[in-house]
């Protein structure tokens, strides 16, 4: 009865019915679209370190000297190199190894490769001017693809589950030359906490879609309630329970809601997890991730939603057919305008953060990396480097420099290191970690905790402003060299003829200009959703507020009232409304925009900021002026002036 009640009143509603339908089926599919990349990458990460806790590669050792220290799960004999497949070269490590999750080895039947997207089971790659049959691609947790030659390379990668992690880093400082060490401490793989940032970084926009979302259809619930008061108090009167008419009155918004945003779920998820498979590997699906969220957004949906049950169940059928219609209230118009005004400026702010924060000034104009062997030769600065390490907590990466280095420029506070217990920070990790010169830090250096000073702090950006440079160590070969030359398009053509991997400043803007065309387009879809959404709300609020007291604005189309002396009443409650709020909501969404930046680098802003976006706010209040005209006088001339007057 309740149910097919509510439906004969949702066919009556069509546009109404759609629009929300709309809206949370489009909430559903970017929620589960995020929640499915995010959950498949992180379960792949976290079932990856359950199966070993070190990884590192290293030169001048083989995998038995190893076995003391624990169980070896994966070791790959390697030399970088090219591999050319469908006409394309791809930068490999190719050589002899043995993995046993995912099981696979070198075979003399053919290769298997490993974090090889591009590459499928059956096709034919050149390795080292041979062809090879792919007996196999499987996901892997590494940077770069894996071909399995029967060839033994000078490098060794190893992945293991180590009893004593002090015992090898012990052994690998005396007997190796460490290019990459990591340990995976208490289950956690090193950039986890990155991890969980770009997670947080991704979600926020998610979580100010759903927050401006939510406040709009609250409101329009309200007023859909408060329009139909005289009609509750006419059933309340005939003694129909106040259960059954809240079910009527709220429940056609709040099955609408739940319907689009359920038919939302398995379509994001599948887009989430097609998208993943597609752009990068083949990940199994985690679907308890987003699930559940989807059953916390489900619940809040519906509390928020079932608010108007309150007002509903307490109005007596006296009163409301006693009602008389109150003029629109400003303080709608204010919450709506506030909310898409934080919502949308907290994105806007967000990605300038992150645009404020880039540098280019950099010491060099060329920067390669490769073989310690081919760095030696070069001229220019060298520098060792591990990934993957921890300062105070947190991953980082680490530079090792001289105590007289090109990169003392770059500082902003303090001095360069002149001891072997200083080092310097980049900005992102003092404002990450709330550190300045003279504090001490606790890095975390192949397992083994050493204390540093900070002697000064600089604004490089290297791993989004979170690396550190501390002095050479005789256990980290030079593995990187930055350049200062006139001609670096040349040298980088030599240095790659020579088998090293090299990037211009120009080529290193660009890349990060285009990473960042990926958050705009995000921050930007998100706003353009947000605006669309205000534009329904307030065709919605005009709607139900003449849908509410059709009567009285019949009464004022039959004495010959015009539409401008409607739409001139409600712009002067929503214009100022609209104002006011706008820039009520800029400086609080400056300081949420720093903090949702500032979970993937040091964001940066300020005042300036501000007054930047104040000029297009103009153009925004012409535009939603304009909207609320159209859409009243559209509203008006669809008003049936006899059938309101005789109902």
């Not at 390795?127 to 499987?138: F, H, I, K």
């Not at 062997?373 to 001229?379: A, E």
């Not at 600089?458 to 979170?466: E, Q, T």
């Not at 501000?610 to 609320?628: C, R």
Request: aromatic share 14%.
């Amino acid at each position: 009865m309740r149910l097919k009640t509510t439906l004969r009143k949702l066919r009556r509603e069509k546009k109404v019915v759609v629009i929300v339908f709309i809206t949370f089926l489009f909430v559903s599919l970017g929620a589960n679209f995020t929640l499915a990349g995010v959950g498949s990458v992180t379960k792949a990460v976290r079932d990856f370190t359950k199966i070993g806790n070190v990884e590192f590669i290293v030169q001048g050792v083989n995998v038995e000297n190893l076995t003391r220290f624990g169980e070896v799960v994966n070791y790959l004999y390697f030399n970088e190199g090219k591999v050319e497949f469908n006409g394309k070269e791809y930068e490999a490590l190719i050589g002899y190894g043995r993995f046993k999750v995912p099981k696979v080895e070198s075979s003399p039947k053919g290769v298997f490769v490993l974090s090889f997207p591009e590459v499928e089971r059956g096709d034919r790659i050149e390795v080292n001017r041979e062809t090879y049959a792919v007996l196999g691609s499987y996901y892997y947790l590494m940077g770069e693809p894996v071909v399995l030659t029967r060839e033994k390379g000078s490098s060794l990668y190893v992945f293991m589950r180590c009893n004593d992690t002090e015992a090898l880093s012990n052994f690998l400082m005396k007997h190796t030359k460490v290019v990459y060490f990591t340990v995976y401490r208490k289950g956690q793989a090193p950039y986890m906490d990155t991890m969980r940032s770009v997670e947080n970084f991704a979600m926020s926009f998610f979580y100010l879609l759903l927050g401006a979302s939510l406040l709009i259809i609250v409101l329009i619930s309200l007023t859909h309630v408060r329009g139909s008061t005289r009609e509750v108090g006419i059933l309340k009167a005939l003694g129909l329970p106040h259960s059954f008419v809240s079910f009527l009155f709220i429940g056609d918004y709040l099955f609408i809601a739940l319907l689009a945003y359920l038919v939302g779920i398995p379509i994001g998820i599948w887009l989430g997890y097609a998208y993943m498979n597609s752009h990068f590997m083949p990940l199994r699906p985690n679907y308890a991730y987003p699930l559940g969220w989807d059953v916390i957004i489900v619940l809040i949906i519906t509390l928020i939603l079932s608010l108007p049950y309150v007002y509903v169940s307490h109005l007596k059928p006296i009163e409301a057919l006693r009602f008389t219609p109150k003029k629109s209230s400003s303080l709608k118009f204010f919450l709506v305008f506030f909310m898409v005004f934080l919502a949308s400026s907290s994105a806007y702010f967000g990605i300038r953060g992150i645009e404020n924060y880039l540098s280019f000034n950099y010491p060099f104009n060329l920067w390669a990396w490769g073989s310690p062997s081919k760095i030696t030769g070069l001229p220019g600065e060298k520098a060792g480097y591990l990934s993957g390490q921890e300062v105070n907590g947190i991953t980082t990466e680490i530079y090792f420099l001289n105590y007289t280095s090109s990169f003392e420029k770059t500082l902003i506070a303090g001095r360069w290191f002149k001891k072997p217990d200083e080092a310097v920070i980049e900005f992102g990790v003092a404002k990450k970690l709330g550190l300045k010169v003279g504090d001490t830090i606790r890095v975390r250096l192949l397992g083994e905790v050493r204390t540093y000073r900070v002697a000064g702090i600089s604004y490089m950006n290297f791993y989004d402003g979170r690396a550190i440079f501390l002095p050479k160590v005789s256990f980290v070969p030079d593995g990187e060299v930055f350049l200062k030359v006139s001609n670096p398009e040349e040298w980088k053509e030599r240095l790659t003829a020579q088998g090293l991997k090299a990037i211009t400043v120009e080529d290193l803007k660009r890349q990060i200009e285009n990473n960042l065309k990926l958050f705009k387009t995000a921050v930007y879809s998100v706003m353009v959703v947000i605006f669309l959404i205000s534009l329904f709300a307030l065709f919605t609020l005009v709607y139900l507020e003449i849908e509410g007291n059709e009567k009285v604005y019949a009464t004022l189309k039959a004495i010959g009232v015009p539409n401008p002396h409607v739409w001139r009443g409600l712009l002067r409650k929503a214009v100022p409304s609209l104002v006011t709020a706008s820039l009520l909501a800029l400086p609080i969404s400056l300081k949420l925009g720093e903090c949702i930046g500032d979970m993937v680098v040091p964001a940066k802003l300020g005042p300036s900021d501000i007054v930047k976006v104040l000029p297009p706010l103009a153009g925004f209040y012409v535009l939603y002026a304009v909207f609320l005209v159209v859409i009243t006088n559209r509203v008006l001339n669809r008003l049936d002036v006899i059938k309101a007057l005789r109902s």
